[in-house]
């Protein structure tokens, strides 16, 4: 089953699972506790979100850079080291160094890792920018294939093509020597990326289309619309949101967000930096992504500003000393504050349902006060990911118990959203404060992740 969910990594899930069942036990007076997150990753993780960053791997050996790195973030994105001309400097010799190594640094750390990019006009190695026509389109897909192949388990997200549509008023695509092997090289490359790594979710990623009424914005949501409907297997847009005086923040921004949710797709903020780090604006940016229940991560493009591609334009969350910039403040009240996955989505309701049809549910329809759990496992060798869909049957639910029994030889290591007893064979789960009340017919998800195998787990949920 090709169901691989958001790793919301987790080094602090237990202790968030333990601040929720306390705010639970003080929440007599209140409707919605404040969440208790104190870093980005963690605030993230209890909205069943992750907080991600752009790596630069030269920059691993700096501690001052790892140092805010593993406190804060639980996805990481390679900033240069898995574009073309980096992971196949010549044809058909692949160089997997760098890459490897920001992987090693994020998984072994509980980090989840976005990929980035397989095929993209930009970033061409020199014996590929020479190449046209059918030879080209090879290659093209003989590269898709490999890569996403040597990190097959290991990319949760691969952005599978970058940048394939035109600035301006034209909507249309971009000219590029990828672009004149035929209009269905897109389609092509996700095919190809499907094959070679069927667990990883499959994006199109762009920039300068966060403006709704932009032609460059409709014309990737055409794009995204045709393929759902042909089947062309893509899971989700990323939205880079590198905001500046030229191409700013917009506050249509969240109806675009939605508009492509709504397609059917997740949607993520895949490399967002804000000239000048207005708090106002990243906060807007952080709440547009929380209202939308499919928006489910967001990377800036880099830690400190000195780190930053746009360095002159002081745009992220950290000064170069490495302290917290204003912004870096709103941004996390507004992880902590901002609605949750169990609000009523603000999609609309033509929203197709988050699995793919053909996933057979794993339980029973609920009775009337019931509810259903479904699982979805990311595998890899020696471990894997489950995140845990929880849905309220005909009535609201005011707090869930979740059971799955664990095949010998799995143990829990870490969890999210959730509270847990037990972490080998039969174990428990159950709301934290914020996720526990979910309405009739609506959802909230919980992770965890473990060692060993899961082969295929059986869920069963009752409302408590
Ligand atoms: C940028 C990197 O940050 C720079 O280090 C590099 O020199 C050029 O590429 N859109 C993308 C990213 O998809 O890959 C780009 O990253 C920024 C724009």
């Not at 897909?141 to 996403?148: D, F, G, I, S």
């Not at 995140?387 to 829990?412: C, E, F, Y």
């Not at 972490?423 to 789960?429: A, L, P, Q």
Request: glycine share 10%; aromatic share 8%; net charge neutral.
């Amino acid at each position: 089953m090709r169901s691989t969910r958001w790793k919301a990594a987790s080094r602090a899930a237990i202790a968030l699972a333990g601040a929720g069942a306390l705010a639970a036990g003080m929440a007599l007076f209140v409707t919605a506790p404040a969440s208790a997150g104190t870093t980005l990753g963690a605030s993230a993780a209890e909205k069943g979100r992750y907080f991600g960053t752009a790596v630069a791997g030269f920059k691993l050996s700096d501690s001052a850079y790892t140092t805010i790195l593993n406190r804060e973030f639980n996805s990481v994105t390679a900033e240069n080291e898995m574009k073309m001309n980096a992971t196949e400097p010549q044809q058909n010799q692949f160089s997997y160094g760098a890459a490897d190594q920001i992987v090693n640094h994020a998984r072994s750390r509980g980090m989840s890792v976005r990929g980035h990019t397989l095929a993209w006009h930009s970033q061409q190695p020199g014996w590929m920018e020479s190449m046209s026509g059918s030879a080209l389109r090879q290659a093209m897909l003989n590269h898709v294939t490999q890569v996403a192949t040597h990190f097959r388990g290991r990319v949760v997200a691969w952005d599978v093509v970058n940048e394939a549509f035109a600035d301006g008023s034209s909507g249309g695509r971009r000219d590029s020597n990828l672009q004149r092997t035929g209009n269905d090289w897109i389609e092509a490359a996700f095919r190809a990326a499907r094959a070679a790594d069927p667990g990883a979710k499959l994006c199109y990623n762009d920039y300068n289309t966060d403006n709704w009424t932009h032609a460059k914005t409709q014309g990737v949501y055409n794009m995204v619309r045709d393929f759902k409907a042909r089947g062309v297997p893509i899971d989700c847009v990323g939205f880079q949101s590198h905001f500046n005086n030229d191409s700013p923040y917009v506050s249509n921004y969240r109806t675009t967000l939605s508009s492509f949710a709504a397609l059917g797709v997740d949607v993520q903020i895949t490399e967002l930096d804000i000239q000048g780090a207005s708090a106002n604006t990243y906060r807007s940016v952080v709440e547009d992504c929380l209202a939308v229940a499919r928006c489910n991560g967001i990377t800036v493009w880099g830690i400190r500003d000195s780190d930053s591609w746009r360095a002159s334009q002081t745009p992220l969350l950290f000064n170069n000393n490495g302290s917290k910039k204003p912004a870096y403040d709103a941004v996390l009240a507004a992880l902590n504050n901002g609605t949750t996955p169990t609000d009523p989505p603000t999609d609309p309701p033509t929203d197709p349902p988050t699995d793919p049809p053909t996933d057979p549910p794993t339980t029973p329809p609920p009775g009337p006060g019931g509810c259903t759990a479904t699982v979805s496992v990311n595998q890899w060798t020696g471990g894997f990911v489950a995140n845990v869909r929880v849905t309220a049957g005909s009535s609201a639910l005011s707090g869930w118990t979740v059971t799955i029994a664990l095949p010998s030889g799995a143990t829990v290591t870490n969890a999210w959203s959730a509270n847990r007893s037990g972490n080998t064979g039969t174990t428990n789960w159950t709301n934290v404060a914020y996720n526990g009340q979910v309405g009739a017919g609506q959802s909230t998800e919980y992770g965890f992740q473990a060692n060993g195998t899961a082969g295929s787990l059986s869920p069963t949920c009752s409302a408590r």
